[in-house]
Structures are given as C-alpha cells and as structure tokens.
C-alpha cells in the first residue's frame, strides 16, 4: 500500500462518528388521592313538639382548594317506632346541604347524614338525635281515699306534672263535696316551669316527656255534730255588743236576765234546742279540676265519713 493509500484511509477513520453507547430512560409516577372529608350535623331545635317543624343542615368539611360536590343522603329513624324518614339533598357552594321536615310520629330520632364524596373528596358520614314529643301539657294526680271522721279533717299530697315543656298556672277546685264538708289546698294556685330539653330524662310511655312534679296538700274536712239553744245566740249577740261598747251598764244587765232566763226555760223545754247532725256518715265521690287556660283535667276521689 502506498502512501496515499494509508493517508485515504486514516483520513476515511477519522471522519467516521464515534458510536456510543445506548442511553438508559427513566421515569418517575406520581399518585393522586382522595382528601379525606368529615360532615357535621346541626339542627334548629335539639326537641320539637309533635307537628313543628325543624331544619337539619349537614356541613363537608374541607372546602379547600376545591368545594365538594355530590350529594348528602339525610335518615330519621324513631328508636321506639322504627319509622323513618330520608331525604337526598345537593351539596351547595358552600359545601352545605339542609333538610327541613315535620316529624308526624312522636319518638326519639337518631338522623344520620350520609356524604356521597367525588372526584376529589372521599366520602363520609354523620348523626346527631332529636326528639319528637307531644303537645304541651301536664297531669293532675291526687290520693284515691280519703277516711275523715266528722268534726275532723285529712289531707293528702296532690301533685302536677308539666309535659312536653309546658309552662304556666294551675287553678285547683273541688266539685261533689258532701253536705257540711269543705275542701282546700295548701296551694291553690300552682305556677308550673319546665323546658322539653330539661324535660328528657323522663319520658312516659306515652311518648310524652315529664318535668319536675310540684305538689300541695288538699284536705277534706267534714262537718262534726254542733247542738246550739236561742241563748247561744242572744249571748253571742250581747258579747258583740259588748264588744262596741254601746251602752255598757243596760247591754251587760240586759244579757245577764235574758241568758238566765232562757236556760231555765230552755232546761224546762228540749225543743230550745237545734242540734246539726254534720256531714252524714257515708262514701261519697270528690272530684278535682286543675285548669289552665284551655287545659282542663279531672281526678276523682274517694271520701269516707266515719262516725263522730
């Protein structure tokens, strides 16, 4: 090979690109996940008569960076009746769903709210409990028997209770007493205060709730045996008289005569005599009202007269 062989060939080599070796690729994946949400519950009003309506409002939290969106599921389920009642609601701008409903059947509730989630927000859920109960009202209780023996007296406790939250004064009276018997209270007028929260603790089976009971004492009293004479009562008479002073000397001279002279005569002639036999021995019914405003309730009793 000469040498413009060799020079072609060394400068042919020289040209040539270089090979490199293969380039190795990587990449790098990332992942995305839901945020986690919580939804609170609130109401209007924690207890309600039977008929009012209440409004419950379920709050997503969080709102950042986006608002959630989807749906909220609400139930009220009665933990005595089963009943239950359900409603689904959007999700607002705010992240705020409500529902306003009248609960028909009285009961303790348990809502529950359920969010639904989307795209960016995982799903979750909530419950809180409110109460359904009765009309305001109250009861009246009062002892069954009542034993009096005439010319004496028996009291017995008589108590009222305030349902559902009522608030107000009881008026106390009595009806159907025997001849010569009296009936009174140690209060006849009662002013009853009371709440439906405060009121929870104690529910009746009826599904009304019961506040704090306030009692008095009523007594029954019967009319003993009473014997008079006219001098019983000219003496009464001039002791009045006496007692103004009008004429002193005449009015004390005047009654000493006319006293004597009826007992004699009224010693000689039983017929100067009236005698009251009192309440007659016997049973009889008593009724008592308890009334406020338009409420009006009744119990009735069972009076013995026993003998003097």
Not at 52 to 60: H, Y
Not at 92 to 98: C, E, H, L, Y
Not at 103 to 112: A, E, G, N, Q
Not at 265 to 286: D, E, F, I, L
Request: hydrophobic share 40%; proline share 4%; net charge positive.
């Amino acid at each position: 090979m000469n040498k413009r062989s060799i020079f072609l060939a060394f400068a042919l080599a020289i040209s040539l690109p270089a090979t490199t070796p293969a380039q190795k690729v990587t990449s790098d994946s990332q992942v995305v996940t839901k945020a986690p949400t919580t939804v609170s519950l609130s109401s209007t009003a924690a207890a309600v008569n039977i008929g009012t309506a209440v409004t419950f409002t379920a709050t997503v939290s969080p709102t950042i960076p986006t608002v959630p969106t989807g749906t909220i599921t609400f139930k009220a389920t009665g933990q005595s009746t089963g009943t239950t009642s359900t409603a689904s609601v959007a999700v607002s701008n705010a992240g705020i769903a409500t529902w306003r409903i009248a609960l028909s059947t009285i009961d303790t509730y348990t809502v529950s709210v359920a969010y639904s989630g989307d795209s960016n927000y995982e799903a979750s859920a909530g419950s809180s409990s409110e109460v359904i109960a009765g009309a305001q009202d109250f009861t009246l209780t009062i002892p069954s028997t009542y034993s009096v023996r005439k010319g004496t007296s028996g009291a017995g406790a008589l108590s009222l209770t305030p349902l559902n939250g009522f608030s107000g004064t009881v008026t106390l009276s009595c009806s159907g007493l025997p001849y010569g018997t009296t009936c009174g209270f140690n209060k006849q007028t009662i002013t009853l205060q009371s709440s439906l929260l405060s009121s929870l603790a104690s529910p009746l089976t009826s599904g009304n709730y019961a506040g704090a009971a306030v009692s008095t004492d009523m007594t029954l009293t019967a009319a003993g045996i009473t014997v008079t004479t006219a001098g019983g009562f000219m003496l009464i008479g001039c002791l009045f008289g006496w007692r103004k002073r009008r004429r002193l000397g005449v009015i004390l001279a005047f009654c000493t005569v006319a006293t004597a002279t009826l007992a004699i005569t009224g010693c000689a002639n039983s017929n100067r005599y009236t005698q009251n036999n009192g309440t007659p021995v016997g049973t009889y019914s008593v009724t008592v009202t308890a009334t406020s405003g338009t409420l009006s309730h009744t119990a009735t009793t069972t009076m013995t007269v026993t003998a003097q």
